[in-house]
């Protein structure tokens, strides 16, 4: 018998995918409908899942199977922004669509789970291969995790993962007992803790510019880097989620998880190879050496905004403590910069500034890497030629590098000026880019967990985050400190001209 | 018509053009220049040269290179021509354009013997310079080898040659001498190949895959080539897991272009394509899937993206090169 699979081609086709279940908890949800079924269908429409493959949706409201399959349809229609329908992928697909209606914390909702898998198993050939998304209120993941512990679906005939969105916990103590539930009835090799930012293309490019090359690797430390930018910018207010927003703020909603992350990506040390536990190593070794502050040095360190209304377009919008469902005398920062430093031989006394906010001047995110400037000024002119070199790293919009560095104007004068090479993703390899949730999901089917964020990654970030959160609970702001449409509080730019540093407007 | 091309020139040219491209764009926002191989395009004169550039077109965004397009005017006296133009595209949402450049010359037979030294000379230092022979005859030419001794890596289409069983053997002499090569009747059948290895990613049916007893291949009459490289692979393969099926090939019904066929005990396999449509039914469950034809684009994008050896490929080639033999003198 053959117990390797005798047709693979690694050097032509797309990775294996094996045979699975997907099972959504929070079926009738947004994410749902949004990303996880279009990034579904589109792996479909691509090829990309094995013939045995099917999903469950989970959700309270009483739904037939094929109920489910037309809302899924809509949704695919909607929400698939670059992807051709086709009928007749989507008639298999459909093939594929299961519902099972219950509430979370009703024992019987995972016995009738157990039953519509041990059908799907023999109808669908999915091997007993399961993946449990749960995409559901954070308050329902350790309920649900235990409720398949509980009815035996965390262990089967083929592999069990479970996917958690987003937050995991609101602080370290939350985070680590959210951990502990889950692991009652999963192994923490069996949990995905997904983080969107680390399944863009750009964000694992950085692993490919920084260990692909040989030329960058060089200078990617306190000897020639000046300081590190990363910002995670939005031009849209809280849209409708203000009252979900107000429990969060940009700093649990963002610093502690997306921008962490890519700090860590952008920061962290060569790993031994690319399998996903080293990977995963050295990210969490960089956030446990990020130094942890002091309330002194939060008050200096850090600061949070809250936008309020303006004039955008000439358009009217509101301030946060005018939206729908927002307390108006609110004391959630809808902006947060932070400077960090990391305590290691790389990178001592390199300043590392984060800023994430809503309703800033544009949408973008972004990574800029200051070098130092030239030791001798030679070409003294206006002070041009001592213009730092950048190395920016595009996230969204626009994915891609460029490296920013003095010529000579063409003339017969020796005068220079800053020039752009630039290397753009999109137009550079004309194929379209995957989704986050297109490839984190493909990630967590094949069990390769590179991209997800791990246990002592997560209480790693809430470490960073909590003594900032501990300062600003206990002091009262006087809010709105920015302009709606603006690149935030004044005070943000007074903290960075403290170093002799000034924030990029990109 | 001129008898000789002076490449310093045509570089001189390339030059010019950059030049003329950044000022001629929109703005003055300029022009990225963008380069990853020398292309080396080797087409009859009477050859749709519209289609052609506009694949070469569709290629530049994701295998930017310089392109040098080579007309074969095919007889009569010894000349040689040539011209210099760009390929820009400006990519969603961008201010700059992107662009590559394009030299095309036009060769007779009679100079076919002195294109590797203006060939040379125009090669972009440092990158992979990649054959594409479209030419069906050219093959066949003494010239041939010398020219594809330039690249390291030579793509033709043996399913296009007059005699593919010859080309099928003349590919497995070069690939024995170390010859990276692609051939597009091998890579049509990626996508084919990759829906068969996934049924076999389900642990159930590989367990089953030791009975196998039958394969069965159908094809379409355009497909002669590509029947035999699947053949060869399918065996193949299925030798390396010791099983020993029996193997037959015969004509595909109207409308499905090839059809493959695995039965043995508890297994029933079958991938039959039709038009823009893959569907496999794996013991009665079937799986329909959205598979566009393999256009000349899409081919050279994948064979593009392999410049190194491809072992899996020249085991079947050698295969298919000692299958072809028999079956086309039959």
């Known amino acids: ?506 | 018509m001129g008898a000789t091309v002076a490449p310093g020139k045509i570089l001189k040219d390339l030059a010019e053009l950059w030049v003329s491209t950044a000022k001629a764009a929109d703005g003055g926002a300029g022009v990225l220049r963008a380069c990853s191989m020398t292309l080396l395009v080797l087409a009859e004169a009477s050859e749709d040269s519209q289609g052609l550039g506009e694949t070469i077109a569709a290629l530049m965004p994701e295998h930017p290179a310089r392109a040098i397009v080579v007309r074969m005017s095919g007889p009569g006296e010894r000349s040689l021509t040539e011209r210099v133009y760009s390929q820009c595209w400006m990519p969603f949402g961008q201010r700059k354009q992107i662009c590559c450049e394009q030299v095309e010359i036009t060769v007779s037979d009679a100079a076919l013997a002195d294109l590797p030294s203006v060939v040379l000379p125009l090669a972009v230092p440092d990158l992979p310079l990649i054959l594409w022979c479209r030419s069906p005859r050219l093959a066949a030419m003494p010239e041939f080898l010398p020219i594809a001794a330039m690249a390291q890596k030579v793509i033709v289409d043996s399913g296009t040659m007059a005699d593919p069983a010859a080309a099928l053997n003349l590919l497995a002499v070069l690939s024995a001498r170390g010859v990276l090569l692609g051939d597009l009747s091998w890579t049509r059948l990626t996508r084919w190949r990759e829906m068969l290895a996934q049924v076999f990613e389900n642990q159930q049916y590989l367990a089953q895959l030791g009975k196998t007893s039958d394969v069965k291949l159908e094809r379409g009459e355009a497909f002669a080539v590509s029947a035999l490289y699947m053949t060869a692979w399918l065996t193949g393969c299925l030798a390396d897991s010791g099983v020993h099926a029996s193997c037959s090939l015969g004509p595909a019904p109207e409308g499905v272009s090839v059809r493959v066929q695995l039965a043995g005990e508890g297994l029933a396999v079958e991938l039959a394509r039709s038009e823009d449509r893959m569907v496999v039914t794996v013991n009665g469950v079937s799986q329909c899937t959205n598979l566009s034809q393999p256009t000349d684009y899409l081919l050279m994008r994948e064979e593009l993206g392999i410049v190194r050896r491809d072992p899996v490929f020249e085991r079947a080639l050698t295969r298919a090169a000692s299958l072809a033999l028999p079956v086309e003198t039959k």
């Open chain 1, 1 to 506: 018998m053959p117990i390797q699979n005798p047709f693979q081609d690694p050097l032509r086709f797309e990775r294996r995918v094996p045979e699975c279940a997907v099972v959504i908890f929070g079926a009738n949800g947004d994410l749902t409908r949004r990303k996880l079924i279009p990034a579904l269908y589109r792996l479909a429409y691509d090829r990309r899942l094995a013939a045995g493959f099917a999903i469950v949706g989970i959700s309270r409201t009483p739904m037939t199977d094929d109920a489910f399959r037309e809302k899924m349809l809509e949704a695919v229609k909607q929400f698939s922004e670059d992807t051709t329908f086709d009928a007749d992928v989507w008639s298999g697909f459909a093939q594929g669509l299961f519902y099972v209606a219950g509430d979370i914390a009703d024992p019987a909702l995972y016995e009738s789970l157990g039953r519509k898998l041990a059908q799907i198993e023999a109808s669908q050939h999915t091997g007993g291969n399961v993946l449990f998304y749960l995409s559901t209120q954070p308050s329902q993941y350790a309920q649900a995790a235990q409720g398949l512990g509980a009815a035996g679906l965390g262990k089967g005939n083929g592999r069990r993962r479970l996917v958690v969105e987003k937050p995991f916990g609101h602080d370290l103590e939350s985070a680590r007992e959210l951990s502990g539930r889950l692991h009652e009835s999963f192994d923490e090799s069996e949990v995905y803790r997904i983080d969107h930012y680390l399944g863009k293309e750009t964000v694992q490019n950085i692993l490919a510019f920084r260990f692909g090359n040989g030329i960058f690797e060089p200078l990617w430390n306190r000897r020639y880097v000046n300081n590190v930018q990363i910002t995670g910018a939005e031009s849209i207010g809280v849209e409708g989620r203000g009252a979900y927003y107000q429990e969060a703020g940009a700093l649990d909603d963002m610093i502690q998880n997306h921008l962490l992350q890519v700090m860590a990506t952008i920061a962290m040390e060569p790993s031994a190879s690319f399998r996903a536990s080293s990977v995963r190593d050295e990210r969490s070794k960089l956030l446990r050496s990020i130094r942890p502050m002091t309330p002194d040095e939060v008050r200096r360190n850090t600061v949070p905004g809250q936008y309020g209304p303006a004039r955008i377009g000439g358009q009217d919008v509101p301030g946060f403590r005018q939206e729908q469902g927002v307390d108006p005398q609110s004391q959630t920062n809808t902006y947060a910069a932070v400077t960090l430093f990391v305590d290691n031989w790389r990178w001592a006394g390199v300043p590392f500034y984060l800023r994430t906010g809503k309703r800033l001047a544009k949408r973008v995110t972004e990574i800029a890497i200051q070098f130092n400037p030239a030791p001798l000024h030679i070409f003294d002119q206006d002070g041009l030629d001592s213009a730092p070199n950048l190395l920016i790293v595009r996230i969204q919009p626009e994915e891609g590098i460029s490296l920013k560095f003095l010529s000579k104007r063409p003339g017969s004068g020796m005068t220079l000026r800053p020039v752009s090479m630039d290397f753009n993703y999109g137009s550079s390899f004309g194929e379209r880019s995957p989704s986050a949730y297109e490839t984190l999901l493909l990630d967590a089917i094949i069990g390769d967990a590179t991209l997800y964020t791990r246990q002592d990654m997560v209480e790693a970030s809430w470490s960073v985050v909590e003594p900032i959160q501990n300062v600003w609970r206990e002091t009262t702001f006087d809010y709105p400190n920015y302009e709606s449409g603006t690149w935030g509080p004044a005070a943000s730019d007074e903290m960075l001209a403290r170093c002799g540093h000034a924030w990029r407007k990109p």
